[in-house]
């Protein structure tokens, strides 16, 4: 008898054919962008709504009535650059926590790379940040922001970010299979999270005593970077911030760990989340 | 096509000469069932212990099973609800791990779990097909390749780009079916979508599944209907409890499965020795009633066509001369199907005080299929009719089971002739 060619037939994260792997996730995120601008009447528009209300709120109480931003250059361009970025982070990571959730259907009916479903949601989340730029490229320009050298570097920030991003939604998406109240930890941490990193303010209002520290979260060393990369050639940079070059590894070895650890609990959840769900 | 009996529950061979296109070797998928699942991280800070013991029942819902199916077979699995058939095909379809145990599957496999998985009512029909075929396995050239094909199978031309919400649930059926068909797989497994949509959407669902059979590939179909069972596999698997009974031709794998589906119902209905008893018994009584084959065999179930007797004993307390025995067959609906009795029979004789005897009707199963209840009896002749010793209604029942329902309470050995004048 002729033994069957075997490939693996297990339920996985990445499946063994990558050109199915980048089909099924592109078409899933292009389709939940489509259903979530198409289907209403302003469409893309929403998309950029909503940050910018919330910066505009944001803009009126730190700028005028807090003065936070008194002495940052550009203040205006800074905030909104890191309320889109951040909005990019929150978006990917609790889409992708209730992702599995949501997609039940689809797990539980047709064998797929289990990973597709939250890379796409990191994905679609990436669609509606590269709208928003758009609109912060043109803030930033009418504010008086020149194009520099800099701006080169902005695509290495925002893949740093996804990969941050997409490493939390994949520990997440994972764990709250398991973990039912996750969402309500995730929503403080985000919280917090947005509270502690510098995008109402820049990083060197950190108080002296825990700047260095703090300014090594990813997201401060990020957005910090950032600042510097594509609004301010003169503010400090994320080296600076968190005192000098080699302690950079520190926000690089959480964005990468963190991705690791994601891309590790995923792949060991992977096979049985149909069933757990 | 050739066939195989399997012993003990093991079979690894198909049809002769054919290749193997899914071979499942010494499978099993075990669920656990948490008595009480934690499913917060707060619930597994406060009970560390019952979260680290965790009590949970196992459920074998597959135990160590082993079959092949052959390339562009058409194998049948049937089973009752629970017997594991969908966990099986899931374990196949590569949707759930296996505990233990091998699936070799060669080609592309499609499952028809379910139909129009990921359809989205707010998308267009275009945009869903196109959804529907890479999440089946196309690549989104080829999906978009085929689409006009796909539209043109369901007869939906004129609604391409009217969103899902707005089509009829025989349109959406039409269109998730005409996408899956439309993804070429070598082999599909099917579990019961055929119970959705009208008499005349199955016969095309089969005429399409007997093209794919036609050219070569495999399929996997998973129901409880034993009709399109006999008229499209080649070869059957039961299962029951998680572990195959049986591979074999249709025809047998259908009687034993109304045997062990009916059984089951004849048991757990409380028919037997339910009903009402008349009579004083001071003379003769009935003491028990029951159905067996043409064997001879006790059976609780039997096959429509199947030799069935009727079985009476009864016991004498006095001498009786010529008593009458008598039977009636009720089906469900409480209506009398066939009654007889000795009374117009030659005398059958003198019956002394302690005397038992064996009563059995044999007679042509033309029964159509349904539940049916023995009532015995047992009386004096007298010259004003039957003086009654003992009547007792429903005493036995048996479970005749056909391949259709006829729609008469009887199936009369009959012929048709069409003449045209």
């Known amino acids: ?277 | 096509m050739a066939s195989t009996t399997p012993e003990h529950g093991t079979s690894t061979s198909t049809a002769i000469g054919e290749p193997v296109a899914i071979s499942v070797r010494d499978v099993s998928k075990t669920f656990r069932i948490p008595h009480d699942r934690l499913l917060t991280l707060k619930e597994r800070a406060l009970h560390p212990v019952k979260a680290r013991k965790g009590g949970y029942n196992l459920l074998h819902a597959v135990d160590d099973m082993s079959f092949d199916v052959g390339a562009g077979e058409f194998f049948g699995i049937v089973g009752r609800n629970g017997s594991g058939k969908s966990t099986l095909l899931k374990c196949i379809a590569g949707i759930y791990d296996t505990d233990r145990g091998e699936i070799g599957v060669r080609g592309r496999l499609s499952p028809f779990i379910e139909l129009g998985v990921g359809f989205n009512p707010d998308l267009t029909a275009r945009d869903n097909v196109i959804i529907n075929a890479v999440m089946l396995g196309l690549s989104r050239q080829e999906a978009r390749d085929r689409f006009d094909e796909i539209i043109a199978f369901a007869e939906l031309e004129d609604f391409v780009d009217l969103r899902l919400k707005n089509y009829s649930s025989g349109m959406q059926v039409r269109l998730a079916f005409s996408v899956g068909i439309r993804v070429d797989a070598d082999i599909l497994l099917i579990d019961e979508v055929l119970a959705v949509g009208d008499a005349a959407f199955q016969q095309k669902c089969f005429e399409q599944f007997n093209r794919l059979k036609a050219e070569g590939r495999t399929i996997i179909f998973v129901t409880h209907d034993m009709y399109s069972v006999e008229r499209y596999c080649d070869r059957v698997m039961l299962m029951e409890n998680g572990r195959m009974v049986s591979i074999d031709v249709p025809e047998t794998i259908a009687k034993k499965y109304n045997e062990l589906n009916f059984g089951r119902i004849v048991e757990e209905t409380p028919v037997d020795g339910a009903g009402d008893r008349y009579g004083d018994q001071a003379a003769a009584e009935v003491r028990d009633a029951w159905f067996e084959d043409g064997a001879g065999e006790r059976v609780v179930a039997i096959a429509q066509g199947d030799p069935l007797q009727v079985c009476l004993e009864v016991g004498f307390h006095t001498t009786v001369e010529d008593p009458i025995f008598s039977v009636a067959l009720r089906n469900e609906m409480r209506q009398t199907i066939f009654a007889t009795s000795t009374e117009h029979e030659p005398p059958v004789g003198r019956f002394g005080a302690g005397e038992t005897t064996l009563v059995r009707i044999a007679f042509e199963n033309w029964l159509a299929p349904s539940l049916y209840s023995a009532t015995p009896s047992v009386a004096r002749a007298g010259p004003k009719g039957a003086n009654v010793f003992d009547v007792r209604e429903d005493l036995a029942s048996v479970r005749v089971f056909g391949p259709r329902f006829s729609g008469g309470v009887a199936d009369i050995p009959h012929s048709i002739e069409v003449e045209r004048q």
């Open chain 1, 1 to 277: 008898m002729t033994a069957p060619h075997v490939e693996s037939h297990r339920p996985s994260a990445m499946g063994n054919d990558l050109r199915r792997f980048v089909d099924l996730t592109r078409t899933l995120a292009v389709t939940d962008f489509k259903l979530r601008y198409f289907g209403s009447f302003l469409g893309y528009l929403w998309s950029l709504i909503r940050p910018l209300m919330f910066f505009g709120v944001i803009y009126l109480v730190f700028s005028h009535v807090a003065k936070l931003g008194s002495d940052v250059e550009y203040y205006a361009v800074y905030l909104l650059t890191s309320i889109v970025l951040w909005t990019f982070f929150a978006e990917t990571t609790n889409g992708a926590l209730r992702s599995l959730i949501n997609r039940e259907n689809l797990l539980r009916k047709i064998r797929f790379p289990r990973l597709v479903i939250p890379l796409s949601v990191s994905l679609t989340a990436f669609f509606n940040l590269t709208v928003n730029l758009g609109a912060v490229l043109v803030l930033a320009l009418a504010s008086g922001v020149r194009p520099q050298l800099g701006w080169l570097e902005v695509p290495v920030l925002v893949a740093l970010l996804f990969v941050l991003a997409t490493g939390v939604g994949m520990l997440l998406s994972a764990l709250y299979v398991r973990f039912r109240d996750l969402e309500p930890i995730w929503d403080v941490a985000l919280q917090i999270l947005f509270y502690g990193s510098p995008i109402l303010y820049v990083a060197s209002k950190y108080p002296d005593s825990v700047q260095h520290q703090l300014s090594a979260s990813p997201i401060a060393a990020i957005f910090t970077q950032m600042r510097k990369a594509f609004i301010d050639s003169s503010a400090p940079s994320a080296a600076e911030m968190v005192g000098g070059t080699p302690r950079l590894l520190l926000p690089l070895g959480v964005i990468f760990g963190v991705f690791a650890l994601g891309w590790w609990v995923f792949n060991r959840e992977a096979p049985r989340i149909a069933e757990n769900l």
